[in-house]
């Protein structure tokens, strides 16, 4: 209908009313296009996102949608904050105008997280920015503003009401659609915003509901934790499929391992108290699984997916830096998460990525015998095939057992008590077997008696016989109950596999159009039937023209034919069980199948019947009675090895049996016709023949020489024991070595050395695949292919076993397939959805090989500290280099700054000793004045000119300044 709707131009018509028309009262045109345009998105119907996309990015240029619908936000943004300030001091109940204010708001987040239901990366990346418009809106800060708005303090929860915290849960679901696939822009967004405060303000607190004064629930707990839920489910939408650690730094920044741990604490405690068998210490027992309520077992599955999200988040963040350690955690708690979360590992975007699920309620009820059965069947040569046997192929028989099981064993305690004590029960059995052979046994009854054991208990003329008699209908109880309880647990599983290979038989012929080869199909067995029938007549009928009627060809009609037409009906019905026209089945030919299957094919509904059925004959012919210590080969595991060691090889040692009688047959005619009066049945009886003259009992035909051959010399292997010795004077004593002799050779060495060898290469190469299949299942990972020593390789801190056990386990894998096929598509998170989207493709790529999620994290790791390692010599270099670079700068500069001084220092202490000089020879030579001043005009200059005012004489002077030129240039010289 979505579909239909959408193909008729109605989501563009819904689209243009909310772009051209403003938001109105409720029920107006624009309220109602909201609702019609959430009907047309409900599922994340993707043709119809498609459609909205293309109208948002091609014709709503102007950003009119995303207007109209934060004028929606806007409005109701006025009503959140004016009722924040109504209830700041004192709670008020919520009038029906505010109620429809959050309804309204509610609606609004609903429509916008449709708008990317199921991860739709365009839609997701639209919401966030509109490059094509002319205003661009983030409709994805606006949740954040309004997230904020709601939970504006500590105890803004307490004082909300059931419709305030709907529509915060509203708010956080749309953010969170906007994050999974992932969306790695939002998800940077939203972690930098202040969303993550938001989220701190949600998760610490009570858990518990709220009541008003009037005793009306103002909000209860389901509410609360649901809450409480969506913030963590948040947090671990921030991490998924990321290929960086940005949000994840980020985020062990701002959130506290001790809040997450409180929230869990509680979660845990509601749990075990009130929903589930025990209470926390162990210490007694509340409600059982069968009496919980079905809203009971809802509100545990949201707990435990509560759970799943917080252990995803301490993965995530614990893979980047030790966040959690030093975290107090209980034995009880880590016991209960590890019961009800399992953990496997995905190849998702190029990395190992650890995801956390709830395990199935019904994991129990996978029973060790069918994991055994799986292991020893299933193909080990790779990874690909042995997991595609198991996620492909046995899953869907799986889970019907785990799902027929876990419905008996909630309603029926014997069917659960049989479960767990079958083997004890089994031993039990046995026992009285034993009890009851060693009394029939020791019990002197003559051969002809005529006491049937259903006579022993009121009849019985000894305590032995009626003590037998208990006994045997102990066991008929036993083993009938035994039966039941097989018929009951593993008929209705079987059916349903016939109904599976039945569709897939039809589907293979009539649904392909190939109607000959299915008639070819179904017909072949009748006419494989009537040949061996055709045969069997022509052989009695030979047989009838040598001697009268016998009762054995009955018997042989009976033995072999009756079964041979029971497979027949079977391969013939298998196919027409399923109805091609109404897709319904053939009842009658369904339980036909179911009937023959059950006998056939249930291993166990086999054993158990067989031994019922002997413990009924019992009751009329005490021949019986031993059969039933035949029930150690099923109880026994090395007795089943040898069966199996005669079972296998059965066609080769047929067709040896077959060389067997053809032997016999040639022998008897070669010694009939060459040694005819030599066969003798009995030595003895030939003695006694021949000493009252007589002839000696012999064969005369082939057919009775064949007859003793094979009842007597065969056995032997030696055909002395059927011709009467030899005269070896005689003309046929040649002739009769060489024949004995063949015959010994023949049979007696070669055939039945054949036999026995066959067994015993047939047995040892059982062993030899068991031990080889043993060693590998227990030195290989089945589901990556890494091996013990490899994996041991890698570091000490490394074990294969925990590797096997807790990183990959086998069955984990199972019960994550379970979990997909229950829980809602859409609800489906990034990694849930690619791993479905892969399961139906039948593609096994998401599969790690020889890889696993802490190996890439380990790595990762040690790379990150290499990386910083190598910055932080860097940085150190770098820091050495530039106070290096300071250092010389500064020497520089001081050593600079002292020649400087240096030099000003020797400039001044120059000049006053030039001056001092200076005045010294003009105090001393003081009387050449004159002569100086003269010659100063060379020498001094008029700097010196003062000396000719002191009126010395020429002749000092001249010669005065002739000296003094000389030492005044030199001083001169000396001072520049």
């Given at each position: 209908k979505q579909d239909n709707l959408n193909a008729k131009g109605v989501t563009v018509l819904m689209a243009e009313a909310l772009a051209y028309h403003s938001p109105g009262s409720e029920g107006d045109f624009s309220d109602t296009a909201a609702e019609l345009m959430i009907e047309l998105l409900n599922g994340g119907n993707l043709k119809v996102q498609q459609s909205?996309?293309?109208?948002?990015?091609?014709?709503?240029?102007?950003?009119?949608?995303?207007?109209?619908?934060?004028?929606?936000?806007?409005?109701?943004?006025?009503?959140?904050?004016?009722?924040?300030?109504?209830?700041?001091?004192?709670?008020?109940?919520?009038d029906d105008h505010g109620q429809i204010l959050f309804q309204d708001l509610q609606q609004s987040w609903r429509l916008l997280q449709l708008m990317c239901e199921g991860h739709n990366r365009d839609m997701q990346n639209l919401l966030r920015a509109q490059p094509h418009s002319q205003v661009s809106i983030n409709m994805i800060q606006d949740g954040v503003d309004m997230l904020v708005l709601q939970v504006d303090g500590v105890g803004a929860i307490q004082r909300m009401c059931g419709y305030e915290m709907e529509a915060t849960c509203a708010t956080m679901e749309f953010i969170i659609e906007t994050l999974q696939g992932p969306c790695v822009t939002n998800q940077l967004f939203v972690v930098e915003s202040q969303a993550i405060e938001a989220i701190k303000q949600i998760i610490p607190g009570p858990t518990s509901g709220r009541e008003d004064m009037d005793g009306s629930v103002r909000y209860d707990e389901k509410l609360v934790i649901r809450l409480k839920g969506l913030a963590v489910k948040l947090l671990a939408a921030c991490l998924e499929g990321r290929d960086d650690i940005v949000c994840h730094e980020i985020l062990a920044d701002k959130i506290e391992p001790v809040m997450l741990q409180s929230f869990r604490s509680r979660l845990i405690q509601i749990c075990s108290q009130r929903l589930?068998?025990?209470?926390?210490?162990?210490?007694?027992?509340?409600?059982?699984?069968?009496?919980?309520?079905?809203?009971?077992?809802?509100?545990?599955?949201?707990?435990?997916?509560?759970?799943?999200?917080?252990?995803?988040?301490?993965?995530?963040?614990?893979?980047?830096?030790?966040?959690?350690?030093?975290?107090?955690?209980?034995?009880?708690?880590?016991?209960?998460?590890?019961?009800?979360?399992?953990?496997?590992?995905?190849?998702?975007?190029?990395?190992?990525?650890?995801?956390?699920?709830?395990?199935?309620?019904?994991?129990?009820?996978?029973?060790?015998?069918?994991?055994?059965?799986?292991?020893?069947?299933?193909?080990?040569?790779?990874?690909?095939?042995?997991?595609?046997?198991?996620?492909?192929?046995?899953?869907?028989?799986?889970?019907?057992?785990?799902?027929?099981?876990y419905y008996l064993e909630e309603n029926f305690k014997l069917a659960k008590y049989l479960k767990n004590n079958m083997r004890t029960v089994k031993r039990f059995l046995y026992l009285l077997v034993i009890l009851l052979n060693l009394n029939v046994t020791m019990e002197r009854v003559p051969s002809n008696s005529t006491v049937a054991g259903w006579m022993w208990i009121n009849h019985g003329t000894t305590s032995a016989q009626k003590l037998s008699g208990v006994l045997l209908l102990l066991l008929l109880v036993g083993y009938g109950g035994i039966s039941l309880y097989y018929i009951v647990t593993e008929v209705p599983v079987l059916k349903r596999k016939i109904l599976s290979d039945a569709k897939v038989a039809r589907y293979n012929y009539l649904d392909r159009g190939d109607k000959s080869k299915f008639i070819q199909f179904t017909k072949r067995p009748f006419v494989r039937l009537a040949i061996k029938l055709a045969f069997y007549v022509a052989l009695c009928s030979i047989h009838n023209l040598h001697f009268p009627y016998q009762r054995w060809y009955l018997y042989g009609l009976v033995l072999f034919f009756v079964p041979l037409l029971f497979q027949t009906f079977r391969q013939y019905f298998g196919p027409r069980i399923r109805r091609r026209r109404d897709h319904g089945f053939n009842r009658g030919a369904l339980w036909y199948a179911v009937l023959y299957d059950s006998i056939v094919c249930l291993t166990n509904l086999q054993n158990n019947l067989l031994m019922l059925a002997m413990c009924s004959a019992g009751l009329f012919y005490t021949v019986a009675i031993p059969i039933l210590l035949l029930d150690i080969f099923y109880t026994s595991a090395t007795l089943q090895r040898v069966a199996q060691a005669i079972i296998v090889p059965m066609k080769p040692l047929s067709v040896t049996l077959y060389v067997f009688v053809i032997t016999a047959l040639v022998y008897a005619t070669l010694g009939y016709r060459n040694f005819d009066n030599q066969f003798v049945y009995d030595e003895v009886g030939a003695e006694l023949e021949a000493y009252f003259e007589k002839d000696p009992l012999s064969c005369n035909s082939v057919l009775t020489c064949f007859e003793l051959v094979l009842y007597k010399a065969m056995p032997s292997g030696d055909m002395s024991s059927v011709l009467d010795d030899v005269d070896r004077l005689g003309n046929k004593f040649t002739a009769r070595m060489l024949f004995d002799l063949s015959f010994f050779i023949w049979v007696g060495i070669l055939l039945f050395n054949v036999v026995t060898g066959l067994i015993v290469d047939t047995f040892s190469q059982l062993r030899e695949e068991s031990?080889?299949?043993?060693?590998?299942?227990?030195?290989?990972?089945?589901?990556?292919?890494?091996?013990?020593?490899?994996?041991?390789?890698?570091?000490?801190?490394?074990?294969?076993?925990?590797?096997?056990?807790?990183?990959?386990?086998?069955?984990?894998?199972?019960?994550?397939?379970?979990?997909?096929?229950?829980?809602?598509?859409?609800?489906?998170?990034?990694?849930?959805?690619?791993?479905?989207?892969?399961?139906?493709?039948?593609?096994?790529?998401?599969?790690?090989?020889?890889?696993?999620?802490?190996?890439?994290?380990?790595?990762?790791?040690?790379?990150?500290?290499?990386?910083?390692?190598?910055?932080?010599?860097?940085?150190?270099?770098?820091?050495?280099?530039?106070?290096?670079?300071?250092?010389?700068?500064?020497?520089?500069?001081?050593?600079?700054?002292?020649?400087?001084?240096?030099?000003?220092?020797?400039?001044?202490?120059?000049?006053?000793?030039?001056?001092?000089?200076?005045?010294?020879?003009?105090?001393?030579?003081?009387?050449?004045?004159?002569?100086?001043?003269?010659?100063?005009?060379?020498?001094?200059?008029?700097?010196?000119?003062?000396?000719?005012?002191?009126?010395?004489?020429?002749?000092?002077?001249?010669?005065?300044?002739?000296?003094?030129?000389?030492?005044?240039?030199?001083l001169g010289r000396a001072s520049v």
């Open positions: 909205l996309f293309k109208f948002i990015t091609t014709d709503d240029y102007k950003g009119a949608v995303f207007g109209h619908l934060r004028a929606r936000l806007k409005g109701a943004e006025k009503g959140v904050r004016s009722r924040k300030n109504k209830v700041r001091l004192k709670y008020v109940p919520l589930s068998g025990r209470t926390v210490l162990g210490q007694g027992w509340a409600k059982s699984k069968q009496d919980l309520s079905q809203d009971e077992l809802e509100y545990r599955a949201t707990i435990v997916n509560i759970l799943q999200d917080l252990e995803c988040v301490y993965r995530q963040l614990g893979s980047v830096r030790k966040w959690a350690h030093g975290s107090k955690i209980f034995s009880y708690e880590k016991d209960f998460v590890m019961k009800t979360i399992a953990t496997v590992e995905i190849y998702w975007n190029g990395k190992t990525e650890s995801v956390c699920f709830p395990k199935p309620l019904n994991w129990k009820c996978l029973t060790q015998n069918s994991k055994l059965r799986f292991l020893k069947t299933v193909d080990l040569s790779t990874t690909e095939k042995r997991m595609k046997q198991l996620l492909l192929i046995k899953s869907r028989e799986f889970f019907h057992e785990m799902n027929h099981l031990i080889a299949r043993e060693d590998q299942l227990e030195n290989e990972c089945f589901v990556c292919g890494f091996t013990r020593p490899a994996y041991d390789d890698l570091g000490t801190e490394y074990n294969f076993d925990d590797h096997v056990h807790d990183e990959h386990d086998i069955w984990s894998y199972l019960f994550f397939i379970a979990y997909l096929n229950e829980k809602d598509v859409n609800e489906y998170n990034g990694v849930e959805s690619y791993v479905s989207k892969m399961l139906r493709n039948q593609n096994l790529e998401w599969i790690p090989s020889r890889t696993s999620w802490r190996l890439e994290t380990d790595h990762q790791f040690k790379k990150r500290m290499e990386l910083q390692g190598v910055s932080e010599v860097t940085d150190l270099k770098n820091t050495f280099k530039a106070e290096m670079v300071a250092m010389k700068e500064t020497i520089l500069n001081e050593v600079k700054n002292e020649i400087d001084e240096l030099k000003a220092t020797t400039k001044t202490l120059l000049k006053e000793l030039h001056e001092g000089h200076l005045n010294h020879m003009n105090k001393h030579f003081g009387d050449f004045g004159g002569i100086g001043g003269r010659g100063s005009t060379t020498g001094f200059g008029h700097g010196h000119g003062s000396d000719d005012a002191e009126g010395t004489p020429d002749n000092e002077r001249g010669m005065g300044g002739a000296d003094l030129h000389g030492r005044a240039s030199g």
